[in-house]
T-cell receptor
Framework: GEDVEQSLFLSVREGDSSVINCTYTDSSSTYLYWYKQEPGAGLQLLTYIFSNMDMKQDQRLTVLLNKKDKHLSLRIADTQTGDSAIYFCAASYGNNRLAFGKGNQVVVIP | EAQVTQNPRYLITVTGKKLTVTCSQNMNHEYMSWYRQDPGLGLRQIYYSMNVEVTDKGDVPEGYKVSRKEKRNFPLILESPSPNQTSLYFC??????????????FGSGTRLTVV
């Protein structure tokens, strides 16, 4: 199956950029996702990238994919206090299955 | 509003007492899945269903059962809960698409404590 790894904690000042990194093992993963989980809530799909793309930008979010190194990153520009959350990287495999990383806690300092 | 609804949100039960966590989606999605979230382990898939009457084991199916008699519902059944099933459970659904991926929609979660 797929194995997804990501760093566990990031602290960032409000207004700075945040970068969260993720690696995965299955090169046949077609879609890679970033989900956001706020305290007491479910997972909210932030963005996703198809495996034949290198980059995707959506307002303050930029996703970079290095397929050769199986490395995915999420950059949040102008980080705000509302961005404090746990961010999960996920990779598709098999029958529409998703493998998730353990989550990266982002704390935004005002 | 398009959503995945889980019930209950919180549940405390005793070891061995059968329970069911319900999951319902109103988006006519074919694919549904159950995950559990534990500290330090992230999300792990319990069971999934590609469509009505089609279910399959995920990575951690032991101690759980599911059924998919209707497209909208995918209940998670714990026949004899044990304390190691204390966890945060999420139901998710997804539309099957040939040309693009529509992403997963998650429920708000069910926090289960087995004492």
């Amino acid at each position: 199956g797929e194995d997804v790894e990501q760093s566990l904690f990031l602290s960032v000042r409000e207004g700075d950029s945040s970068v969260i990194n993720c690696t995965y093992t299955d090169s046949s993963s077609t879609y890679l996702y970033w989900y956001k989980q706020e305290p007491g809530a479910g997972l909210q799909l932030l963005t996703y990238i198809f495996s034949n793309m290198d980059m995707k930008q959506d307002q303050r979010l930029t996703v970079l994919l290095n397929k050769k190194d199986k490395h995915l990153s999420l950059r949040i520009a102008d980080t705000q206090t509302g961005d404090s959350a746990i961010y999960f990287c996920a990779a598709s495999y098999g029958n529409n299955r998703l493998a998730f990383g353990k989550g990266n806690q982002v704390v935004v300092i005002p | 509003e398009a959503q995945v609804t889980q019930n209950p949100r919180y549940l405390i039960t005793v070891t061995g007492k059968k329970l069911t966590v319900t999951c319902s989606q109103n988006m006519n999605h074919e694919y549904m899945s159950w995950y559990r979230q534990d500290p330090g382990l992230g999300l792990r898939q319990i069971y999934y269903s590609m469509n009505v009457e089609v279910t399959d084991k995920g990575d951690v199916p032991e101690g759980y059962k599911v059924s998919r008699k209707e497209k909208r519902n995918f209940p998670l059944i714990l026949e004899s809960p044990s304390p190691n099933q204390t966890s945060l459970y999420f139901c998710a659904s997804k539309r099957q698409g040939a040309r693009r991926d529509y992403g997963y929609t998650f429920g708000s979660g069910t926090r289960l404590t087995v004492v």
